[in-house]
Each structure stands twice: as C-alpha cells, then as structure tokens.
C-alpha cells in the first residue's frame, strides 16, 4: 500500500526512503575525505562557503606543514592563515583544542581510527564534547567515515521530513536527531542514503522557499503540497518523474 496524506510518522518515513532511493539512485560509498580533514573541515565551513573553506584548509596546511605544526602554531598566526573562514578567531583556538585532545587520546598520532573500534554511544560522547563540535558534526563523522548507523539532520533534511509530515513542526534539528532514526531501518547504508536523498532533495527540490513540487515524487503524501495545492490526482502522480534527470536539471553534487 502507498502511503497517503492520513499515512502515520513510520509508513511516511519510509515510503520517503523507498521513492528518494529510486528517484535519486544509489550513493557512493566512499568517505569524501579522511576523518582528520572531515573534522577539522566542518569546524572551518561554520557560515563560511565551500571554497572558502578549502582555502582556508590548504592555506593552514601550507603555513604549520602537518598537523603537530598547527598544535604548535602560535593561535593568532593559525587565525590568520584561516582568515577566510567566518570567525577565525574563535575557530583557530577550537582546532588546537581538538588536536590537543586527539593528540592525548592517541599518544600524538593525530588520527582517529580508534573511533572505528569504539561502541557509538562512547564515541559521539567524545566527539561532542569537542568545542565546536555539534551532534550533526559527531553524525557526519561517524556515519561519512565510519559506517556507524546514525542520522545527520542538517536544515534540508530537516525541513523536508517536517513538510511531508513525518516530524513534527514544532522539533527542532537536534532533537530531530533522536526522532529520525526509530523511523527508518537501523543500518548505516539505509541512513547513508536517507540523509544524502533528503539532503539533495532540500537542495535541488524542496527549497526554502517556493519549493518545486510540480517536480517532485513525494507530493502524494506530503501534508505541505496536499495544504498548498490540494491532493494530488492520480494524473498529477502519473505526470511526475520518477527519477532525477541530470541532463535536463543538472549533475547532483557528490
Ligand atoms: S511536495 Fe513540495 S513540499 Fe513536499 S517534499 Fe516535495 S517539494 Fe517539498
């Protein structure tokens, strides 16, 4: 049975899941980057654009040489060199903490391949007590890097979860985080896909503003579209695409 507009949290969640996995495809599995440069990227892109970001990333690179050279870096030197990013001043002293911190967790191999090994709940414990680091942050890592099963709930996910009305309006991201999960299958691919489906979705269909619902594939349980246009006939559904077209709207970001 296809879920409805009446459809409870699970059956919407799910069937969010199914059409996003069909319409978008299967997701790379690869990390983008190691987990070193994952955590200290997200820590530089706050309010700050990708490319600015990367700027600031190879610019502090360049400047300290590796890792124990920005620890050693005197702070306003390291602010400098990430000068690019939204607030260098606060962000140079969260990232010595953090290497400091790595640093005496693994006896100054500035890696965190030890969080492989460690039971989840331990390591988002870790990772959250990081200045700077939120549960999205911690998420990403772990799931991105690690293959654990938990979700980031970033803006987009987030809005498109509560338009189509399997979280509720009034929950914000962070619990969010919490919600999600129960609602979908418990293993880190299914979560993979879920995030990076809802994350595009947000991105390239259910925009902040003025969402394009002619185009999308969830309309016929959507509480939004069903308030704003009425529920969809069944000649609106059969009209809709069934899958991303990269030719005529564009590649997807990776
Ligand atoms: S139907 Fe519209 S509001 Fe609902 S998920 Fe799709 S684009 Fe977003």
Redesign the pocket.
């Known amino acids: 049975m296809p879920a409805t507009y009446a459809s409870p949290a699970a059956e919407k969640a799910r069937a969010?899941h199914e059409i996003l996995n069909a319409f978008y495809g299967p997701v790379p599995k690869a990390p983008r980057r190691t987990p070193m440069r994952e955590l200290i990227s997200t820590v530089l892109s706050h309010r700050t654009t990708h490319a600015d970001e990367e700027l600031a990333y190879d610019r502090m690179l360049a400047a300290f040489g590796d890792w124990p050279g920005v620890l050693a870096a005197p702070t306003a030197a390291l602010a400098q060199a990430i000068r690019t990013t939204r607030w260098p001043d606060t962000q140079a002293p969260r990232i010595q903490e953090i290497l400091r911190r790595i640093a005496a967790e693994t006896g100054g191999a500035f890696e965190l391949d030890f969080l492989a090994e460690w039971p989840l709940d331990r390591a988002m414990t870790w990772l959250i007590d990081m200045p700077g680091i939120g549960l999205k942050t911690a998420s990403l890592l772990l799931l991105f890097n690690f293959r654990k099963p938990v979700l980031p709930v970033d803006a987009h996910v987030h809005?498109?979860a509560q338009?189509?009305g399997f979280l509720g309006p009034k929950v914000s991201v962070e619990k969010a985080h919490a919600v999600l999960p129960p609602l979908l299958p418990a293993d880190a691919e299914a979560l993979f896909n879920f995030h990076k489906h809802n994350y595009w979705?947000?991105q390239q269909?259910?925009?902040f503003q003025r969402?394009?619902?002619p185009?999308?594939?969830?309309?016929g349980f959507?509480?939004?579209?069903q308030e704003?246009y009425g529920a969809a006939t069944a000649e609106v559904l059969a009209a809709t695409p069934a899958q991303w077209d990269p030719a005529a709207w564009g590649q997807l970001p990776h």
């Open positions: 969010d809005r498109v338009r189509v979705h947000g269909i259910c925009f969402p394009n619902c185009r999308c594939p969830l309309k959507c509480n939004y579209y704003h």
